[in-house]
């Protein structure tokens, strides 16, 4: 589920990456009660392989997914083809793409922006989102909390604060762990990042259930409008 281009091979072996991530389901009606109080349709950047945007095109939702991953593209439309549903897929990059259509929703699930490593990344990826969404529209999307994921150890980053990184994945070989770094934002971080780029935060959440968020949840599920 790359956003950008791949760096770490599992990006490249979608199988490996459903052994891993493909039996997720927490997050998805979440993401499918964000999508029926949308008018419009829905962009999902980091589509991977095709999890979530599929199982929202089997409730009737218009989909688009982005995903740089030629890869975990070609598994998502075989995915698809499977269920005989209708995503429109697009191979690109979340922090430069341009489409020439605006959504009503913008949804980025299962972190897959937290392989971003500096500031610049993020205010792109903000700023091609706010391009795409219709007036009033909203981006959602989850990240690990780094002060108490249990899998999450801090890490050394660059200014202006500490991030984490993420480097057991119990079914990747030594090596590939080794070499697969995740960065999370704390829960400050998300908000600076996102005011600065013209969202306004309506929910900050600690789970999928909608729960207000707490220091020690292991999740941040946020839900922001585009501001004016």
């Known amino acids: 589920m790359p956003t950008s281009t791949p760096h770490h091979a599992l990006y490249r ?31 999902e950047i980091g589509s ?22 030629s890869e975990m593209l070609a598994f998502a439309r075989k995915r698809a083809r499977k269920a005989k549903r209708s995503v429109r897929w697009i191979q690109a990059d979340s922090r430069t793409f341009s489409l020439r259509r605006k959504f009503g929703l913008i949804c980025i699930p299962f972190h897959p922006c937290s392989e971003y490593q500096t500031w610049a990344d993020w205010k792109n990826l903000l700023g091609r989102a706010r391009e795409h969404l219709k007036a ?36 990747l070989s030594a090596e590939e762990r080794d070499n697969f770094r995740f960065s999370f934002l704390y829960p400050s971080e998300i908000r600076w990042i996102l005011e600065g780029c013209g969202f306004e935060i309506e929910g900050f959440f600690g789970d999928f259930r909608r729960k207000p968020f707490e220091i020690t949840d292991r999740y941040q599920v946020i839900v922001a409008r585009r501001s004016s």
């Open 136 to 171: 009033g529209g909203r981006l959602t999307f989850d990240l690990a909390n780094p002060g108490a994921h249990p899998y999450l150890k801090p890490a050394k980053f660059a200014a202006p604060s500490e991030r984490a990184t993420i480097n057991r994945l119990s079914s």
């Open 13 to 43: 072996q979608p199988e490996k990456y459903e052994a891993i991530a493909g039996m997720r389901a927490i997050d998805l009606h979440f993401y499918l009660f964000e999508a029926f109080r949308t008018k419009g349709p829905i962009l």
């Open 48 to 69: 991977g392989t095709g999890r979530v945007s599929v199982f929202l095109a089997s409730f009737g939702v218009s989909v688009t997914g982005i995903e740089a991953s």
